[in-house]
């Protein structure tokens, strides 16, 4: 009984260990501040503390996205929408999808409210290329500023005809690869001159 016990109690503190270290990269990444911090904005206070490399709608964002030749992920929300406050939990706060996110794209947020010329030329845009163009807006952009896809709210996991995130994501970057066909199937937003 006394080397069963010994067995016993060995494992039980294997795994205890092994889930405090779990639990402490998972802290980590929490830990880790996105670049949202100081932004004067609800929607965008909101997401500091999410695992997702958010910046806000800046130069710094698209050089980043230039650098590393990747497109951009923008995210458009509400404090005041639920669907809004739905992607976030579900989506933006999985710790897979962030490092996802973080490892493909250059991710934006911006407060519907707090970009009004923005979020209109972004509306207008999606409707152009006949996207969803409701809130959230989830749009995903060239470095160079071309709006080629987007979509509302896209939920965690697959539902219906409703693409998962990831599925959405997963299409954006394989268009993002064929540069010719977003040369020809593209809107290109007058807001990223200025940013």
Not at 159 to 184: M, N, T, V
Request: glycine letters at 6%.
């Amino acid at each position: 009984m006394g080397r069963e016990f010994v067995g016993k109690t060995v494992r039980s503190i294997s795994l205890l260990v092994l889930t405090l270290a779990s639990m402490a990269a998972s802290g980590q990444a929490q830990a880790k501040p996105n670049h949202l911090g100081g932004q004067a904005s609800p929607y965008l206070k909101r997401a500091v503390s999410q695992p997702v490399d958010w910046y806000p709608w800046s130069a710094e964002a698209f050089k980043r996205a230039i650098e590393l030749d990747r497109p951009i992920l923008l995210d458009v929300g509400a404090v005041w929408c639920p669907w809004c406050s739905l992607m976030d939990r579900d989506t933006y706060t999985n710790f897979a999808t962030a490092e996802y996110i973080n490892h493909h794209f250059v991710p934006i947020k911006v407060d519907f409210d707090a970009a009004p010329d923005l979020v209109a030329q972004l509306q207008r845009a999606q409707a152009i290329l006949n996207l969803p163009a409701g809130l959230p807006l989830t749009s995903f952009i060239t470095p160079d500023g071309k709006l080629y896809f987007g979509g509302g709210y896209l939920p965690a996991e697959h539902k219906a005809h409703k693409l998962s995130f990831r599925e959405a994501a997963e299409e954006a970057l394989k268009r993002y690869a064929d540069k010719s066909k977003i040369a020809e199937e593209s809107f290109q937003l007058e807001v990223v001159q200025g940013r």
